[in-house]
């Protein structure tokens, strides 16, 4: 059995690794952290988990928490890890990290992207960036430090990689305009988030600025080979629940002048994803809804080829909170623990 | 294997029925009827089975369907299976009915409230009402027939049961008002369930005419052994899922003319959910609210008793799909194969 | 032209107002007072009044405000006016109180619900408990302190007014289930009120508890000419606006014998509201809906008599920000200054 | 007094048509027009307009009403007024078309996305596209015949309108990203259209095919004297009202190679828009709400320059029933008339 500590249980993303984990037959969660509710009972601050979990908060100690436990997940803001982060801690524990640091390889970009300073740079190199999708195979039991994808990247990178691995687009034509459910927002206490400010409303907002920008820059730019610069546009929708990312590329043409045919295409996403469990590419002519994958670690896709502009406009669908966050961080786990990949994320989606 | 068919697929409760069975251990369904979508795969009706499910949906055929499985849901209208029922077919299978036609065992009543007239009358009296929380015992191997109760009347008995049964309020002043979210509306396409006309809105219907009502009232007679007449006012509530009851009633005196304390009560409750695990009693002075039991078999209860009024309140909330419908079917289906009641509905509540 | 000060502008209720006033012709507001945004354009807090209110938000300076203006409007939290209000103030201005500072004419019922010391009990005398279509003859230009209804209080009272004042029902026996919208929840910022915390969810709060409970018994004990102890139950609904009140109680009987039938009943209503343009009593069988009133500063009100039991079912529907707050503070202010009762108040109902 | 007659009222868009007429000062509907409830009263479709409309609903008699009144409204399907309009009507009575019949100059072009054969081409030409910003001064007392533009194509012009009027960008690189409420699907009753379909869900649909494409085409080639050809993507948005449209085109640069600043791309905007009562640019950095315009005839606008892509990413916002369709259609209505273009319009935007 997997010890597992949790810090930033009590955020969304948190709470979703807590209900996926309660059912994960080799897992059990030992540590529950939360700086904001030390000493409550967890399930005070989550009442679904009544009579299912009866531990209290902890504190975040991340030294003690690397001696008492197997994988730790930070569900933690932009720089906590980083700032705590030593060689110590991972030589005794497997850390998968919720938050951004350690997504972007270049220091710099994170830097001006986020603001901030990075406090260990060190560990960067070694972190996997955890789309397992793409790197399942650098993701094993030797790994140490997993970057768990953002969201929105995960969603955005889905939905093109095929395109952009196989050269089949212009990446630097790539647009993508997103729309999450509000719980990416998190749970803190902000008037902007309030339910009379969100519902019966919508909104983009980081326009030209939004932090997963350079991350999926990065992963396409290594799925190109190239250098690669979006338009990436977040939206805020009123729904709990699920990203939509609606991607607009030029579409290279073939030597004899004409646009790949939707078979041509259709191939290509079936070379990457028809033996992925957890990527469902749809019948033509279907378009992903996030209400299909809610609660559930399945990313939907689909494309259709515009022959009036020569574009592919590609979509896909997740839920932010699993594939987008807690499922996905899992499915890390499992891979670090070698483990069937799908172990606890056999989650039917939940519709209406 | 229990082999299971389904009559009603393709509605919300049969789409639920689907969900909670394809994670059960000893489940398997073979029949997807649907006479709405005859030969369509089932996952172009709902999408979100796309890859979990291939079957087609087959017409509903009871007889021919009796033949091949053990056990048949009818998630289907008033009437359907009332006018289909034969000795022969329940020789051959076991039968969870969703819809009214065996709950009520008064014909008169069911033909008054239902306005239709009952087609086979001669199955009432074996059908077990399958609220297993009190009828448990009488859900055997041996049982042929279950009437699955409704879903408001699911929540409105539980929640008030332990007070009718040990005789602590008035029955006769027992007054439920009932809120739903729209799912249990149905799937048909009616103006009055469309998104924009429920959205931000709220309103009360079937005021003093509720079908349920009868039900409410013969099962707490039971419970009571007395006449029980009430008031039940359901409500449409702008959300998918999710049914709160706030019951009223008056609380009898103790002999010394005081009320009963909380811990009096509480003990009551206790009495008859401590060991329930699909019944959880909430601490003192929590409020159940339906997004906790949302897309779980839970129902939460909890009361406050007014000293000013002599009143207590009673709250119940649970997923009108789930406890509500389809995870009791389910749960009625375990009992009836000798299976753990919990098999296949250990389902977390999923928050936000 | 009214000259108009707001306490509390950038509040829900303040931000109602603003959109009502906007369109009074005979008044203008000259100060948009908001302690938490003192200096910044009242458009960037609500940006719907982008190019419609170039004003700055001003501190709440009670008694400079007093010598600017007309009437002042007090959208702030209970205690604030009552611990500023001075004879002097009130010699200089007229007030429109939309706390519950003034409603309750005794000072220990108020600090015993509130839980807080009432600092200027000398003026509760004075104050005319703003219920328009009740106290209409009381709010004259010679009057000078309105307390303005609660949201709640509003629609439970003039559901049930005429029902108590003509005796026609057991007032002891009267229950009112209340379901809000959340913008009566206000503008702070609380996890609570988060929008993933109320969309997909619905509670009762405050059971036996609330607030609103004394100034509905106060007022409908003044109908009924005597004492009234009820339950109030209010509910949170994920929607911005609306509340819907469903009151029950015991029909009294005539002499005869049996209950007052659907005309005796509706003329009683008719008696009272027949002639009252912000009170709709719906056709028979007509169930109110909130959405039929939203954006409007109407109260449609609608009963079923169960001759089952008894009882009576009242339902009532306003837009809480409006007749429910805003709406009613202008109609008071309208009588105060002798303008037609509905000036500024054709406001229709917005659907969808 | 204009006598108005609605074909088409008991729609969304034609109840939005009643909801602006009633407090229109200069014009009084005479006729409700709404075949499938011919001879009900009009309150009894849309009880908001309860004690407000006494009328019942009539046939959809267009040469009968043509001799009534003064001005059409339809809010009719597509064919339907190109199915029945003759010069004799014309000759009698102007017409505000809400469909699409006459809003595409080429009959090729309209055949070929609508999949109908016109049946009176002959008055296209004669019909002005009613986007009043743009056509103001072919919108006289002279016109018989307005073409209301569409919701969609409303807020995408009207966003993108300064700078391909005044050559900023590249039109061929134009992506317009839009989000709509769900009350642009109309009332149908449909399963797609349901509350359980739409809530807590989003997609994307008619992608590469939606038939507001060739309306924004043609009149963006009008503005920019060339032919247009763009990407539309329209999504469903679990909200009842609103539109708001991303879109993403090339900037073209200065011949010195750099890109035109904010400054010079602001004093574009302002130079057509300045002076619009009813377009409001934001301030710097504020990206337009669709709450912010709900229930006005606004539509929001504002915009960001990305140095990295080179591109412009424009923004607008607006009410679909209002500016996107019967607000527009009554401006249109005043500028036939020789009215204020604001009269009926002073719609303060309602929050939350």
């Known amino acids: ?23 994960h037959k080799d897992a059990k969660i030992v540590w529950y952290g939360s700086r904001s509710y030390i000493d409550k009972k967890y399930y005070q601050v989550y009442q679904n988990m009544f009579q299912l979990v009866e531990d209290i908060c902890k504190d975040d100690n991340l030294e003690e928490l690397a001696k008492q436990v197997d994988v730790i997940f930070t569900a933690t803001p932009q720089g906590f890890l980083a700032g705590l982060l030593t060689e110590e801690i991972l ?16 220091v710099a970009t994170y830097e001006k992207w986020y603001g901030i300073e990075h406090k260990s740079p060190q560990f960067i190199e070694e972190a996997v960036y955890g789309l397992c999708e793409i790197n399942r195979d650098k993701i094993t039991e030797k790994t140490r430090l997993v970057a768990n994808p953002g969201c929105y990247t995960t969603c955005s990178i889905l939905t093109a990689y095929p395109m952009v691995k196989e050269g089949m687009i212009d990446v630097n034509t790539l647009i993508v ?11 803190g206490a902000k008037v902007p988030n309030l339910f009379c400010e969100v519902n019966e ?30 338009n990436f546009t ?19 043409r073939k ?4 646009l790949p045919t939707y078979e041509e295409v259709k191939a290509v996403y079936d070379k990457y994803y028809a033996n992925e469990k957890f990527v469902r590419v749809l019948d033509k002519g279907s378009c992903p809804e996030t209400k299909w994958v809610e ?51 056999e989650l039917v989606p939940c519709f209406p």
């Open 91 to 106: 030589s005794q524990v497997k850390i998968v990290d919720l938050s951004a640091d350690y997504r972007i390889k270049d």
């Open 295 to 345: 609660g559930s670690n399945y990313v939907d896709i689909n494309f259709v080829i515009d022959e009036r502009t020569g574009r592919i406009i590609m979509m896909g669908a997740l839920d932010n909170l699993v594939k987008g966050a807690a499922g996905q961080a899992v499915q890390n786990m499992n891979l670090l623990f070698g483990l069937p990949e799908s172990e606890g994320l």
């Open 1 to 23: 059995m997997i010890r597992v500590g949790i810090i930033g249980a009590t955020g969304y993303a948190g709470g979703e690794l807590v209900r996926i984990l309660l059912n």
């Open 234 to 252: 977040p939206h805020l929708v009123p729904m709990n629940r699920g990203i939509l990312a609606t991607e607009y590329a030029t579409l290279k």
């Open 255 to 258: 030597p004899d002048g004409t």
């Open 177 to 187: 305009d997103a729309k999450s459910g509000t719980s990416g927002a998190g749970r």
């Open 201 to 230: 409303n919508m909104k983009a907002y980081g326009v030209a600025s939004h932090r997963h920008t350079p991350e999926i820059e990065e992963q396409l730019g290594y799925a190109g080979n190239c250098q690669v610069t979006i």
